[in-house]
């Protein structure tokens, strides 16, 4: 399972958020790290709506976004998100 974390410096809600996801330890994962002021377009889509993440189908590579969570979820709830989404797929 591949995750899409859209972020940028500075930003204190995608640092709690990339810290849960690195304990987190079901299901497995691997992470890549956008940060949006790198591109335009990304920059243009996210700017007021980081962290945001996303799952890549592996058979078709489509990025499938996953639902924003409170920043007070526990790294438990984040666990089970990407549980029901990444079965899901």
């Known amino acids: 399972m591949k995750l899409i974390f859209y972020s940028k ?4 809600l995608c640092e ?8 987190v330890q079901h299901p497995t994962f691997e992470l890549e790290m956008r940060d949006i002021t790198t591109r335009e377009e990304w920059f243009q889509a996210y700017q007021y709506e980081i962290p945001v993440l996303f799952l890549e189908n592996p058979s078709n590579s489509q990025l499938v976004p996953l639902p924003r969570l409170s920043p007070r979820a526990t790294v438990q709830q984040l666990e089970s998100l990407l549980q029901k989404y990444c079965s899901a797929g």
Request: proline share 8%; glycine share 24%.
């Open 9 to 12: 410096p500075g930003c204190h």
């Open 16 to 23: 709690g958020l990339q810290e849960k996801l690195g304990q």
